[in-house]
């Protein structure tokens, strides 16, 4: 069964740039046929999707986010990660990672992880 | 800007059935829109229940089913049981842009 899991700083000062790595388990990145996804909920809150990427390095990004949102993968580590510029109080949120069997899905999800943008 | 939205909030009684629907501000909901349907509890990662509109994951319980109904994406649950108290939130995928929208969620309570 695959899982993900969610890795980064938990803190994050305002204008600096936001890194989170999601490592696979359970299946291999490579493989393809799958779109890894980071998406991410403000403090009770919905879901708010931030972009995907493909096995290859197609990505996909939210076109709210989209000028400060760079999304790559290393199929060596079988990991994928996020990179969220700018940061702002607003975006604190759980960040999660996930799988998708198409650009159209969901299956797995990370445990998810708290990020918090704080002076 | 595209909006998928969602009944804030459902009640249902313990062994009835309920549908929560999920609609896209830019038109009725079709299969194309690839319709998919998520389970939160509290403190827990969402957990994937139903993609393309009407298929399930192998972990997916009976008892919930998806549909189009009325121009909308839909979410059944029949014989609702008290642990399916949770937020339930759709996806829409809009392939034109290649992205992916939720919807605000549904709060169902089981009274």
């Known amino acids: 069964q695959v899982q993900l899991q969610e890795s980064g700083p938990g803190l994050v000062k305002p204008s600096q740039t936001l890194s989170l790595t999601c490592t696979v388990s359970g299946g291999s990145i490579s493989s393809g046929g799958y779109y890894w996804s980071w998406i991410r909920q403000h403090p009770g809150k919905g879901l708010e999707w931030i972009g995907y990427?493909?096995?290859?390095?197609?990505?996909y990004y939210n076109p709210s986010l989209k000028s400060r949102v760079t999304i790559s993968v290393d199929t060596s580590k079988n990991q994928f990660s996020l990179k969220l510029s700018s940061v702002t109080a607003a975006d604190t949120a759980v960040y999660y990672c996930a799988r998708g069997r198409s650009s159209s899905s969901v299956d797995y999800w990370g445990q998810g992880t708290l990020v918090t943008v704080s002076s | 800007q595209t909006v998928v939205t969602q009944e804030p909030s459902l009640t249902v009684s313990p062994g009835g059935t309920v549908t929560l629907t999920c609609a896209s501000s830019t038109g009725a909901v079709t299969s194309g829109y690839y319709p998919n349907w998520f389970q939160q509890k509290p403190g827990q990662a969402p957990r994937a229940l139903i993609y393309s509109t009407s298929n399930k994951h192998s972990w997916t319980p009976a008892r919930f089913s998806g549909s189009l109904l009325g121009g909308k994406a839909a979410l059944t649950l029949s014989g609702v049981q008290p642990e399916d108290e949770a937020e339930y939130y759709c996806l829409l995928y809009y392939g034109g842009a290649q992205r992916v929208v939720f919807g605000g969620g549904t709060k169902l309570t089981v009274l």
């Open positions: 990427i493909y096995y290859s390095g197609s990505t």
